[in-house]
């Protein structure tokens, strides 16, 4: 059984389109409706499109402001965690939390083969060396060891013949300091 359907509406209508059994499109009575619609619709476009370039502008500021913030403060960063490195190397040093043998087998890797090495180490790690050779645990048993009093603990020099090679704690991280400070820079070249 079909039943009528009544809308009662507050303003008359020109005329009713039913596109779809969800969607009807509503004809305005006039004219000056119709024009007082599209005014407000493109009044809101603007004011859309005002607030859009304003967030695009304060995003373009936000975005100088940082890139030049890690310009700035990029050197001091690196700075202060190369000294925080510093700290932490110097807090293991000097609780002995170190492998010298592992240290000099390193240093010695970058050395051409020689036969005669002088390994010059501080004394403390001296008496560490000559006790895992006596207990013929050590690597290092070709190596003839020295003492040098001038070396920092951790820290070896080593005599080739031909010349002496160093692995200096204070060079070390002086050289990370400069890799780290020169890859900076190169980032912001690449960066302008």
């Known amino acids: 059984m079909e039943q009528a359907l009544k809308i009662r ?4 209508l020109i005329g009713i389109t039913l596109v779809s059994a969800a969607q009807i499109n509503i004809r305005l009575r006039s004219k000056t409706e119709q024009a007082s619609a599209s005014a407000a619709a493109k009044k809101l476009t603007q004011d859309l499109s005002a607030a859009l370039s304003s967030l695009n502008n304060a995003a373009q500021t936000l975005n100088t402001y940082h890139q030049n913030a890690m310009k ?30 592992a240290m000099i087998c390193d240093v010695l890797s970058t050395a051409q083969s020689c036969d005669n090495l002088t390994v010059y180490v501080n004394p403390a790690d001296l008496a560490v060396l000559l006790k895992l050779q006596q207990d013929n645990a050590s690597m290092l048993n070709n190596v003839k060891l020295a003492p040098d009093a001038s070396l920092k603990p951790a820290e070896c020099r080593i005599d080739t013949g ?23 820079g ?7």
């Open 162 to 184: 031909k010349g002496f090679i160093e692995s200096l704690l204070d060079v070390k991280l002086k050289n990370i300091e400069a890799a780290l400070l020169g890859l900076e």
């Open 72 to 101: 700035d403060h990029g050197r001091e960063i690196t700075k202060l965690a190369i000294q925080i490195a510093e700290k932490i190397v110097a807090k293991q040093v000097a609780s002995g939390n170190y492998d010298i043998e």
């Open 186 to 192: 190169q980032n912001e070249a690449l960066n302008n």
């Open 9 to 12: 509406l507050s303003k008359p």
